[in-house]
């Protein structure tokens, strides 16, 4: 039996980075106030989601592998990109559209990894995953440079599009993103109050280097 690697739970309270940009802010908090039916959407996705049901799991190393570089997810608790984005494969929820050239998103996603794979293999004779974190970044770098050029029989551009497509749509609908960023969550039903140029809800916080 190959082994499946490892998944980090993601840590709202302890992601170091978040607390630095905007120190005591945490939109989970505010879950209590919105209505049960959007509670009941957000904070499940602080649970690590279930084992993969898309990615073998060769697949699935890879995969976390390229999401956490897409993201920069290097150090800390980490939201699971790969896992959502699994989730959204095994469900079969795409974007509802892909490029002419390009096959279905759950194959695309299936292929691309398998040549990353491949491009790890010939440069560094090791598989993507095995690969330190700056050789992999390497590897990803080259399938940006090459534009709308060809990549395995693929558009670059287009694969490229796909990465980023679902990586960034699973990190930025994760409450650590939020808290990040500073957004706080749905304003379903309280709504913001003070609206304006530097107007802050209650619970909202100045960002560490503005004060």
Not at 34 to 46: E, H, I, K, S
Not at 106 to 126: I, M, N
Request: glycine share 8%; aromatic share 10%.
């Amino acid at each position: 039996m190959r082994a499946v690697p490892q998944r980090r739970v993601p840590d709202q309270a302890a992601h170091g980075i978040d607390r630095m940009i905007l120190p005591g802010f945490d939109p989970v908090a505010q879950a209590g106030h919105g209505d049960p039916a959007t509670a009941g959407v957000v904070l499940p996705r602080l649970s690590l989601p279930s084992d993969m049901r898309f990615f073998t799991p060769d697949e699935e190393a890879t995969a976390i592998a390229l999401c956490d570089r897409l993201l920069g997810q290097d150090t800390g608790p980490l939201v699971p990109v790969a896992a959502f984005v699994d989730a959204r494969l095994a469900a079969a929820e795409t974007d509802g559209w892909r490029y002419a050239d390009m096959p279905e998103d759950g194959q695309a996603w299936r292929d691309s990894l398998h040549y990353l794979d491949a491009d790890a293999h010939a440069k560094f004779s090791r598989g993507f995953a095995k690969c330190a974190a700056a050789d992999q970044a390497a590897v990803i770098q080259s399938v940006q440079d090459l534009g709308s050029g060809d990549w395995h029989g693929l558009k670059a551009a287009n694969v490229w599009s796909l990465w980023t497509r679902y990586a960034c749509t699973a990190f930025y609908a994760h409450p650590s993103a939020w808290t990040e960023i500073g957004f706080p969550g749905p304003a379903c039903p309280p709504g913001y109050k003070n609206n304006g140029i530097d107007g802050r809800e209650p619970f909202e916080v100045r960002e560490a280097a503005a004060e």
